[in-house]
């Protein structure tokens, strides 16, 4: 009686042990999958998420300087690129800035993102844009460019900042006034979990 009392208390003990481990499980998955699939509303990402993220065309596109870019210029490495359709006035200048800072500040990885500006031809001054930006792309707007154009979301917004992926693929955007500490920490995370670009 004794003995069977004993070995009764052991699969208490062991089922309350198996309840503690998976009762937490088996509740996470009800509630994820179950009725009603309550999903939490948090997001890791500052930028917008495209989805499905749009695969872009090859294009050779008018640099503001002279000559074209290859048309596979947006594969092999990440990419900013910043959308001005206007003049480049002190919130263009401070948005480029932010950009440069964005991509310096990925230290090591700065060498695998690339970034680009997409302006109007009287948008800024050449040389200028040269001097401070020596690595930027600079793309003179044309009818050449109308399918990239066509892909972006908010493109008849105000100026906004894209990020693209090694293929080819537009999958995040920002507002132009969109904290630079937050693309940053979003490019870091997607760099360190790359293997691509």
Same mark, same amino acid.
């Given at each position: 009686?004794?003995?069977?009392?004993?070995?009764?208390?052991?699969?208490?003990?062991?089922?309350?042990?198996?309840?503690?481990?998976?009762?937490?499980?088996?509740?996470?998955?009800?509630?994820?999958?179950?009725?009603?699939?309550?999903?939490?509303?948090?997001?890791?990402?500052?930028?917008?998420?495209?989805?499905? =993220?749009?695969?872009?065309?090859?294009?050779?596109?008018?640099?503001?300087? =002279?000559?074209?870019?290859?048309?596979?210029?947006?594969?092999?490495?990440?990419?900013?690129?910043?959308?001005?359709?206007? =003049?480049?006035?002190?919130?263009?200048?401070?948005?480029?800035?932010?950009?440069?800072?964005?991509?310096?500040?990925?230290?090591?990885?700065?060498?695998?993102?690339?970034?680009?500006?997409?302006?109007?031809? !009287?948008?800024?001054?050449?040389?200028?844009?040269?001097?401070?930006?020596?690595?930027?792309?600079?793309?003179?707007?044309?009818?050449? !460019?109308?399918?990239?154009?066509?892909?972006?979301?908010?493109?008849?917004?105000?100026?906004?900042?894209?990020?693209?992926?090694?293929?080819?693929?537009?999958?995040?955007?920002?507002? =132009?006034?969109?904290?630079?500490?937050?693309?940053?920490? !979003?490019?870091?995370?997607?760099?360190?979990?790359?293997?691509?670009?």
């Amino acid at each position: 009686m004794i003995r069977q009392g004993a070995e009764n208390r052991q699969r208490r003990v062991l089922v309350g042990l198996a309840l503690l481990f998976f009762a937490p499980l088996g509740l996470a998955f009800y509630l994820y999958y179950g009725y009603g699939a309550w999903r939490p509303g948090g997001r890791v990402n500052a930028g917008e998420l495209i989805e499905p =993220a749009r695969p872009l065309p090859p294009l050779a596109l008018p640099l503001l300087g =002279a000559g074209n870019t290859s048309p596979d210029f947006l594969k092999g490495k990440w990419t900013l690129l910043y959308v001005e359709p206007a =003049a480049c006035g002190q919130a263009c200048r401070k948005d480029l800035y932010n950009m440069r800072q964005v991509r310096l500040a990925l230290d090591r990885d700065m060498n695998r993102v690339q970034r680009v500006l997409i302006a109007d031809v !009287d948008c800024c001054d050449a040389k200028e844009l040269r001097e401070q930006h020596p690595d930027l792309v600079a793309i003179r707007a044309s009818a050449a !460019d109308a399918p990239l154009r066509a892909l972006l979301p908010h493109r008849d917004d105000a100026p906004h900042f894209y990020l693209i992926d090694p293929l080819g693929n537009l999958m995040m955007c920002y507002s =132009a006034d969109a904290n630079a500490k937050g693309m940053l920490e !979003d490019l870091k995370r997607l760099l360190q979990l790359s293997s691509i670009g």
